[in-house]
């Protein structure tokens, strides 16, 4: 991995079209491009903060915030005395609103979606409420499982307004990029999260026991202008995903 790493890094300063003139951020990228290309696996260590100084003349100070970042956006985790490892678990930073499908591209991981519901019909009382639509409003509804290649991960029912997303069949597997080519990607979400038992239906579509532990996730997502751009419903896996939080005193 460390030669891997060598010349990735390498090769990034040397390509004019990513050249990154802050070092650090050019290390972040090239450890995220050899995860991506599982150079190295899910739970492998990387090489010491001082090798990796040493291998690419870099200060360890460097080294160390290019990690640090990583660590928060969740693709390494690390380990008192153990070093800095490839995730596992797919952890997700609460702080920042990214999609399902930027969150696995991130880790290396290959995003897809399993459609039941694509389509479009009249505003629900519960649906009217959440996100302040008037009564016989037009909303395109996305009911899927996502996988992670074979892995199915979460299930997801999203509803948006059909005045900024006309046509579902736009979405092909992330919804954030369909709004964003529209020019309304959500810009602030509010998200409640609670521990559940998954019921029968969602274990089997999960891939997991009956009762197994789960996350429902219920977020509704804002526009600058303060409308309402999605209103979902999730249930994920709960033996591989960690929703982490920054905390602060003030």
């Known amino acids: 991995m460390e030669t891997a790493l060598a010349k990735e890094y390498r090769r990034l300063s040397r390509d004019p079209g990513t050249h ?37 003349s870099l200060s360890r100070v460097t080294v160390r915030k290019a990690i640090a970042g990583l660590v928060e956006e969740g693709l390494l ?23 399902f499908t930027e969150d696995l591209r991130a880790r290396g991981l290959n995003p897809r979606s399993e459609f039941f519901e694509r389509g479009i019909g009249e505003v629900t009382p519960e649906e009217s409420m959440a996100m302040n639509l008037s009564p016989g409003v037009a909303v395109v509804r996305l009911h899927r499982v996502r996988y992670a290649g074979d ?29 964003e080519k529209r020019g309304c990607r959500p810009r602030r979400a509010l998200q ?13 579509l999960l891939h997991v026991a009956t009762n197994s532990a789960g996350l429902s996730i ?23 995903y960690d929703f982490v939080a920054e905390l602060h005193t003030d």
């Open 20 to 56: 990154q003139p802050l070092a650090y951020l050019r290390l972040r990228r090239a450890i995220r491009n050899v995860i991506e290309h599982r150079d190295i696996e899910p739970g492998h260590a990387l090489p010491s903060e001082r090798d990796l100084a040493r291998v690419l």
């Open 77 to 99: 985790t690390q380990r008192h005395g153990a070093g800095t490892f490839v995730a596992e678990r797919i952890i997700k930073p609460m702080s920042r609103l990214t999609s």
């Open 151 to 179: 892995e199915p991960l979460a299930i997801e029912r999203s509803v948006v307004p059909a005045i900024l997303l006309p046509d579902p069949m736009l979405v092909d597997d992330s919804l954030y990029e369909a709004l």
């Open 192 to 204: 409640r999260l609670r521990a559940v038992l998954l019921n029968a239906q969602h274990a089997r």
């Open 218 to 240: 219920e977020r509704r997502s804002f526009l600058d202008d303060g409308r309402v751009v999605e209103f979902t419903s999730s249930w994920y896996r709960g033996d591989i």
